[in-house]
C-alpha cells in the first residue's frame, strides 16, 4: 500500500499525475475522460495517482499564460465519483481555494487519506487560508491523514534554503515531498546533497517528470517556473524528435537521482504526469512511466543477483 511505503520511507515510489476534467463538463463528458485516463495505466504497477488541485498562478507570473486557467472538478470528488477509487490517490489541496469551513469539513470527510496542501503561488496573493493555519487545522481534526509537502530544487539554487523549507515542514507533520517537474539535474543533485546532510530519515522525495514536445509546452513549463537548464533546453530541441528526447532525458534523470539518493541514504521516488493536453504528449508520459518502473525493478533485479553471489562465497 502506498501509504505504508510513505510511513516506511521506502525508495522507488511510482505515481502518476492526472489533472481532473473541466467542472464545466457533463458528469457523462467527465466519466468518459476518467475512463480514458484509466485505460491507459491497465497492467502498470503504479503505487497510485496524484490528483491535482489547480490554482490560478497568475500573480507569480507577469507574463501571459501559455495555456488559459481553468477550474477543474475537487481532486477528491474526482477520484470517488469518477475514477472509482482504483488506485490509492494523492489529494492536492491549494490551500488559498477554501476557506476555513470548507477545508474542515475536507479534512473531517477524508481524515484517512493522503493529501498534499500547497500554499499560495506569490508573496501577493491574499489566500482565504494559509497553508500554516492548514497545518494547524490537520494536525486538530485529522490527524491521521498522510500529509505530503511541496518540494521545489530550483528555489534551492536561489536561496540556498530548499532543504531547511523541507526539514521545517517535516517538523510541521509533512512525511513526503513531491517537487515539481525537474529539468535540471544538478540543481535537483544539490538539493539531494543538502537535504541528505541533515540526516532526516524516512522522508520520500518523490521527482517529478514531465515529456515536452514543443515549443509551446516548453514556453508553458517556464510560465510555471520549471527551470530547464540550457544542457537539457539542447539536448531536446537540437534532437530530430524533440518529444523522445525529452522522455530519454527524464529516464536519465530519474535513474541518476534514484541510485544517488540510495547512495546519500534519501528515498527518491518518481511522479509522472504531462502538462500537455496533447496525445502524442500523453502516450509518450506512459513510455515514460515504464520506462521508469523498469529503472527500479531493473536495480533491483541487480541488487538480489549481488546478494546471492556475494553469499554464494560462502558454500564454496
Wanted: hydrophobic share 40%.
Amino acid at each position: 500500500m502506498l501509504k505504508n511505503k510513505i510511513k516506511q520511507g521506502k525508495s522507488g515510489i511510482v505515481l502518476y499525475g492526472l489533472t481532473p476534467p473541466k467542472i464545466s463538463l457533463s458528469h457523462d463528458e467527465a466519466k468518459e475522460i476518467a475512463l480514458r485516463q484509466l485505460s491507459r495505466l491497465d497492467g502498470i504497477k503504479i503505487d497510485g495517482l496524484v490528483i491535482y488541485d489547480l490554482q490560478d498562478e497568475s500573480n507569480r507570473n507577469s507574463s501571459n499564460r501559455t495555456f488559459e486557467f481553468v477550474h477543474t472538478i475537487k481532486p477528491e470528488i474526482y477520484a470517488k465519483d469518477y475514477l472509482q477509487n482504483r488506485y490509492e490517490a494523492v489529494i492536492y489541496k491549494a490551500i488559498g481555494n477554501y476557506n476555513e469551513a470548507e477545508f474542515k469539513e475536507f479534512l473531517q470527510t477524508h481524515s484517512d487519506a493522503i493529501s498534499v496542501f500547497v500554499g499560495a503561488s506569490s508573496a501577493i496573493d491574499t489566500p482565504k487560508l494559509s497553508l500554516n493555519d492548514a497545518y494547524k487545522m490537520k494536525k486538530e481534526i485529522a490527524n491521521d491523514l498522510t500529509l505530503g509537502g511541496i518540494c521545489i530544487p530550483e528555489r534551492h539554487t536561489k536561496k540556498h534554503d530548499e532543504d531547511l523549507r523541507v526539514a521545517s515542514k517535516r517538523v510541521k507533520g509533512c512525511e513526503f515531498f513531491i517537487t515539481q517537474a525537474v529539468y535540471d539535474i544538478e540543481t535537483a543533485k544539490r538539493f539531494l546533497d543538502d537535504f541528505a546532510a541533515l540526516g532526516i530519515r524516512n522522508t520520500p522525495i518523490i521527482f517529478t517528470f514531465t515529456p515536452c514536445g514543443n515549443i509551446k509546452t516548453f514556453e508553458f513549463m517556464q510560465w510555471l517556473g520549471i527551470s530547464v537548464s540550457e544542457l537539457s533546453r539542447h539536448r531536446i530541441f537540437d534532437s530530430d524528435d524533440a518529444l523522445e528526447s525529452s522522455v530519454k532525458l527524464s529516464l536519465d534523470m530519474f535513474e541518476f537521482l534514484y541510485k544517488y539518493g540510495l547512495a546519500k541514504g534519501v528515498s527518491v521516488g518518481a511522479n509522472i504526469e504531462s502538462i500537455s493536453t496533447r496525445k502524442v504528449e500523453i502516450d509518450a508520459s506512459i513510455r515514460l512511466l515504464k520506462g521508469i518502473i523498469a529503472i527500479i525493478e531493473n536495480h533491483s533485479l541487480e541488487n538480489t543477483k549481488s546478494k546471492i553471489q556475494s553469499a554464494s562465497k560462502f558454500d564454496e
